[in-house]
């Protein structure tokens, strides 16, 4: 039976997707930027349904990015499986440099990370030869006719040391396009496979792919590349690039790679930054032809309830370059927040959050601003948020939304009655536009007395264009999480609905 690939594949924050097969089992990881844990593993058996199994980097030592600035940290991984133990290669950009983890089980626990030193570039990748001789392959910069270029490059190393045995040495640069990125080594029916993107992570995203008989090179382009772009085309997932190639269940040859869905008229902003795509691609005369990426979202509600009885955090929830528990505390179906006198608009927010799954989404939690100030909030970064605040005031509560927007702010207010109180906020794409001017989205933040919705109030209707990764400038994605910036906030029973038509 052929394998159904649905688009997206793994919805939400999670670009630069690598992914590896072994035996029938499929694992997928992510970058991560600034959240720890850092590093998300789905895994599938038949490729079409995606359960996130845990992160490779659940402790802060792994990583070390609590003094990265945005926007750096954990960029572009690559999976593999070697010798019977899975590998992770990365770069933290800012921090450690390019690291490999290793784990016998890809759920974890991951290794605390081997440096390979002296490496300069970005979005390693890690192949072995038949001889056991094990490249990075990676992008860097090189010097041509006086020129400093960026250009795919290879060191081999000894990856139990970290310690580069040979190079650095250029192999390819790609069609002329700008940034020739994202490289990734394969061998295949006598060639070694050189895939890199290229054209840049926005609209100009690209994928091309050389050969050569040596994993050295010399590397020769495919007469076709870029073999794969949405650009300058109308198609609903735009961005394509970054590509991983792995055989599927059904025997063909597939590809993840990341992709954005920009909604409204334009359509031009892309609400959840870059998520995971995958298309199919086919051999002719030993190169790939890939079919265009089309979106065929699962029909179905992913939801997630969170009555914060267990001791430990689900592997989703995410914080602020530090780990989840450092910013908050479970007990007896309480979530604590206490704020350590950091904000939302600073690198270290008292926050925990959850990426953002569907266009379409819906999250609810109870909370309790008794004892302090807090709330909701859709964060890309700490210069970019849409907020729902709460607390307590001798008259009742005090309820803020906030539009934070790159030193931007807008504020709107609304009063409930004191005592425990149900905030919500709704992300939903503007179906029914009519001009440019509308909203390409509502993002609209309520709240009401616990156990009494007829009591809701609206406190304000944003427009999510400006919290979308083309008006950010990001490279993360919406991340939806409970924050604390004054005393202690508590949280009881979150819930999210999302779904992506
Ligand atoms: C990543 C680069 C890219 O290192 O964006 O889309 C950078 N491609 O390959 C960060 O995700």
């Not at 072995?128 to 006086?146: F, I, K, L, P, Q």
């Not at 909370?367 to 001798?394: I, K, M, N, Q």
Request: glycine letters at 10%; aromatic letters at 8%; one cysteine or more.
């Amino acid at each position: 039976m052929s394998t159904e690939l649905f688009n997206p594949l793994v919805p939400g924050f999670n670009p630069d997707p690598s992914v590896v097969r072994v035996g029938e089992d499929y694992y997928l990881v992510t970058s991560s930027f600034e959240y720890l844990p850092g590093l998300p593993v789905y895994h599938s058996t038949d490729f079409e349904s995606w359960e996130q199994i845990g992160n490779v980097a659940t402790r802060a030592e792994q990583l070390e990015i609590y003094d990265v600035p945005t926007p750096f940290g954990v960029f572009a991984p690559t999976i593999r499986h070697h010798d019977g133990l899975f590998h992770v290669i990365v770069t933290v950009v800012g921090g450690r440099g390019c690291l490999i983890f290793t784990a016998a089980d890809p759920a974890g626990e991951w290794s605390d990370g081997t440096v390979i030193e002296g490496l300069q570039g970005i979005d390693p990748d890690l192949a072995w030869d038949e001889h056991g001789n094990a490249y990075v392959t990676y992008c860097g910069s090189s010097e041509a006719n006086g020129e400093t270029r960026p250009s795919i490059l290879q060191v081999q190393v000894d990856v139990a040391s970290g310690t580069v045995l040979e190079g650095p040495r250029p192999l390819w640069s790609g069609t002329g396009l700008k940034n020739p990125e994202a490289p990734h080594l394969y061998q295949r029916g006598g060639f070694w496979y050189l895939l890199i993107a290229e054209g840049g992570t926005e609209r100009g995203h690209a994928v091309s792919i050389a050969r050569s008989t040596s994993p050295e090179g010399p590397f020769e382009g495919s007469p076709s590349n870029p073999f794969l772009s949405a650009r300058s085309t109308d198609r609903p997932i735009q961005n394509t690039g970054h590509g991983d190639i792995v055989e599927l269940p059904d025997g063909s040859t597939g590809m993840v790679l990341l992709g954005m869905r920009p909604v409204g008229l334009m359509p031009a902003f892309s609400p959840l930054g870059r998520e995971t795509f995958a298309t199919r691609l086919e051999w002719v005369d030993g190169w790939p032809v890939a079919e265009p990426v089309t979106p065929n979202a699962r029909q179905e509600t992913i939801e997630f309830h969170d009555a914060f009885t267990a001791e430990s955090f689900d592997n989703g929830w995410v914080a602020v370059r530090r780990t989840p528990s450092e910013v908050a505390s479970v007990k007896n179906g309480d979530l604590v927040l206490v704020a350590d006198g950091e904000g939302l608009d600073d690198p270290h927010p008292t926050f925990l959050g959850r990426r953002q799954t569907g266009l379409t989404a819906k999250v609810s939690v109870e909370t309790d601003v008794s004892r302090g100030t807090g709330g909701l909030s859709l964060r890309f970064d700490e210069h970019h948020h849409y907020d729902l605040e709460a607390r307590s005031t001798p008259q009742g509560v005090r309820l803020l939304a906030r539009a934070r927007l790159a030193g931007i702010q807008q504020e709107w207010h609304a009063d409930l009655p004191a005592g425990p109180i149900i905030l919500h906020v709704t992300a939903m794409p503007n179906a029914g536009q009519g001009s440019l001017a509308e909203p390409v989205e509502h993002v609209t933040f309520t709240a009401a007395p616990v156990g009494d919705e007829s009591a809701a109030v609206t406190v304000a209707v944003i427009d999510g264009r400006y919290l979308s990764a083309e008006a950010v400038l990001s490279f993360t994605g919406r991340v939806l999480g409970l924050y604390c910036t004054e005393g202690a906030v508590t949280f009881r029973g979150f819930s999210s609905v999302s779904t992506n038509a």
